[in-house]
């Protein structure tokens, strides 16, 4: 699915330097590896404050504790969508609140988010999935009309662009209130092991932050909120350095890979191939186009559309090809998650989608000839 030893062989010399370096310097834990990251990740997302953790679960969480969520509040996410972010919600015994998706983006549907707003409603989760922002404009809309948070899951976005209507132009991560990402090794900007990351534009808030994530410290051995702790190490901050000024040309890679993936694609019958969503991109019927930059394809998902998917991965598994189905079970059925509340017409998107995706190699790595064999492989197959 992932070609993390190609990738290193770029930046091998690089990487290799600066870990030694740390190593050498014994600067394991807040050293200045960390520091000059942090500082660089803000200047690529134009975000005023990126506070680096453990790995993106616990960013979301220490977001939510920043923002002082308490017992009872309830926080709408998304039903379609990795485990954790309705996991974070429910560890801080906060009530999730899971909504549908569209068809078309896998995105969080505003439409549903508006019907499922209570007087308890304190927050909305939307998460960028595959790599595509959620429709901020309606969500931020939402989230002012009704005094909302909104804290983005930017694990699978980092990178993208979302361009409002009014033209203009942000990176997912610094729209909402707070936003939370991941650098495990499979996504866009990944490290050697785990590492997460906060962003927020508000001064107070990532003040609050940088406590919750020191054990509630804001002065030594004063605790002052009850926090965790949750640190990027510095050997990690040294390998998303060597990385991250190379992300555009790894986004670029990713979505080059899925324009051909989408060429091959174009016209077969059974098969939707994933569409591009945003402002930009609609007024270039559907192009996946670098200046746009409004999708960086995390994954490349397919739907397959005439009951054949479960047949085609295990055909894709015996040809050698890797794919993953993400995510084959809504979160609204999963055993910890089930609730009362929840109505399984509400769910009409996820439960069909649940039968028909699969995601296919994606990463900067791949080139034409693997393309063409496995494109070729499953339009053979699904077909037959
Ligand atoms: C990967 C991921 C996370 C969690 O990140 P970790 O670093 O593995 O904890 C959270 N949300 C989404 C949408 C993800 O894809």
Wanted: proline share 4%; with cysteine.
């Amino acid at each position: 699915m992932v070609d993390l030893k190609g990738q290193y062989e770029q930046i091998k010399e690089q990487v290799n330097s600066s870990v030694l370096d740390v190593i050498n310097s014994t600067a394991f834990i807040n050293g200045p590896e960390v520091h000059s990251f942090q500082k660089e990740l803000e200047e690529y997302l134009d975000v005023k404050h990126v506070i680096p953790c453990a790995n993106g679960t616990d960013a979301l969480q220490i977001a939510m504790m920043g923002l002082g969520l308490e017992p009872g509040d309830e926080v709408i996410t998304a039903d379609f969508t990795f485990a954790a972010t309705v996991e974070v919600i429910a560890l801080l015994r906060l009530t999730p609140v899971l909504v549908d998706v569209e068809p078309d983006s896998f995105n969080i549907d505003p439409a549903a988010i508006k019907k499922a707003i209570t007087p308890r409603t304190k927050a909305i989760v939307p998460v960028h999935l595959f790599g595509q922002s959620a429709n901020m404009d309606e969500i931020m809309a939402i989230a002012k009309e009704h005094d909302l948070y909104v804290i983005e899951d930017n694990a699978q976005g980092i990178g993208a662009n979302y361009k409002f209507t009014n033209g203009n132009v942000t990176k997912t991560g610094a729209i909402g209130h707070v936003a939370s990402t991941s650098f495990f090794p499979s996504k866009n900007l990944g490290c050697y092991g785990d590492g997460g990351a906060i962003f927020t534009n508000d001064d107070e808030l990532a003040h609050i932050i940088r406590g919750v994530v020191n054990h509630g410290m804001y002065k030594r051995y004063h605790h002052d909120v009850v926090g965790v702790n949750s640190r990027l190490d510095s050997i990690q901050a040294a390998v998303l350095r060597a990385k991250l000024p190379n992300l555009d040309t790894y986004n670029n890679a990713r979505r080059t890979a899925a324009r051909k993936y989408n060429k091959a694609f174009e016209g077969i019958q059974n098969i939707i191939a994933p569409k591009v969503k945003g402002n930009d991109c609609n007024t270039h019927e559907n192009e996946i186009c670098d200046t746009c930059n409004c999708h960086v394809f995390h994954q490349y998902t397919l739907r397959i559309t005439n009951g054949k998917r479960d047949n085609l991965a295990q055909h894709l598994n015996d040809k050698g090809i890797p794919c993953g189905v993400y995510y084959p079970i809504p979160l609204h059925s999963q055993k910890a998650y089930v609730d009362d509340r929840y109505n399984e017409a509400d769910f009409p998107v996820t439960n069909q989608l649940v039968k028909e995706v699969i995601s296919l190699p994606m990463h900067t790595e791949l080139d034409d000839e693997q393309i063409d064999f496995i494109t070729k492989t499953i339009i053979d197959f699904v077909n037959s």
